[in-house]
């Protein structure tokens, strides 16, 4: 499944230090220490889930939901190239888990 090689990555994502923040610095100040906690939360669940296919699917579109409200936090609020490289992992994340999702989960 997906989420072993995703929670990695994600979890490299999360421990990159010293934001370039882009507008409003005390408000993304503050939205990239909350998306930073519910991106690590994600990354948790997904390594707890346990391979029932009814709990893997209500993880793994949590995980989606999650990971487009993360990506909006970081393209609203970061620059450069961390902009790029957070962005790139969570939209990544999105992507495999939304086709896990079609692939998976019918009637789920």
């Known amino acids: 499944m997906p989420h072993l090689r995703i929670a990695a990555s994600l979890a490299l994502a999360v421990g990159l230090t010293g934001p370039v923040l882009a507008q409003g610095e005390t408000t ?5 220490l909350v998306a930073q906690s519910m991106q690590r939360q994600a990354v948790d669940q ?3 889930a346990d391979g ?9 579109r949590r995980h989606v939901e999650t990971m487009r409200r993360v990506a909006s936090v970081y393209g609203r609020c970061l620059s450069g190239s961390e902009r790029g490289e957070r962005l ?6 999105d992507r495999e888990f939304s ?3 079609k692939a998976h989960c019918r009637g789920q």
């Open 88 to 93: 790139a992992q969570v939209q990544g994340s």
């Open 99 to 101: 086709a896990a999702i």
């Open 46 to 48: 997904l390594e707890q």
């Open 28 to 32: 993304c100040a503050r939205d990239l």
């Open 52 to 60: 029932d296919d009814a709990k893997n699917c209500r993880v793994w």
